[in-house]
């Protein structure tokens, strides 16, 4: 079991920057990535790293504006977040899966609790 923790989400301006951290401990995973939640909406994925290299694949709706990074020896990742727009609000989560490639909610076994970011003027 892979247990995660998120942090980091608030207000932020349009055009502001925020980091989420997400700390994960317990059983070892091959992917993490950060997913959003909108009300109304299927939760998208975002970002996806793979845990054996760092390599990182982006949704084009983040590319370029958000990158994600990890802390290996914290066995902590980020995801910076930068020139925020209001419909990047939503409930943000992090997630595992023993398998690269996967981009579904379903196919991910082991969720944090979220963090909410809002972007607002």
């Known amino acids: 079991q892979v247990r995660l923790v998120e942090s980091g989400g608030g207000l932020a301006q349009p055009g502001g920057s925020l980091r989420l951290s997400c700390a994960a401990s317990?059983?070892?995973?091959?992917?993490i990535a950060w997913f959003r939640q909108v009300p109304g909406k299927e939760r998208e994925g975002l970002s996806y790293m793979r845990s054996t290299d760092g390599s990182v694949v982006y949704a084009d709706s983040v590319k370029g504006r958000f990158t994600m990074s990890r802390d290996h020896a914290m066995n902590t990742v980020y995801l910076q977040m930068n020139n925020l727009k209001p419909e990047d609000t939503g409930l943000y989560y992090c997630?595992?899966?023993?398998?690269?490639?996967?981009?579904?909610?379903?196919?991910?076994?082991?969720w944090g609790q979220g963090t909410q970011v809002t972007v607002s003027s």
């Open positions: 997630a595992t899966t023993q398998f690269w490639g996967m981009t579904a909610p379903e196919e991910y076994d082991f």
């Open positions: 317990g059983s070892v995973y091959h992917v």
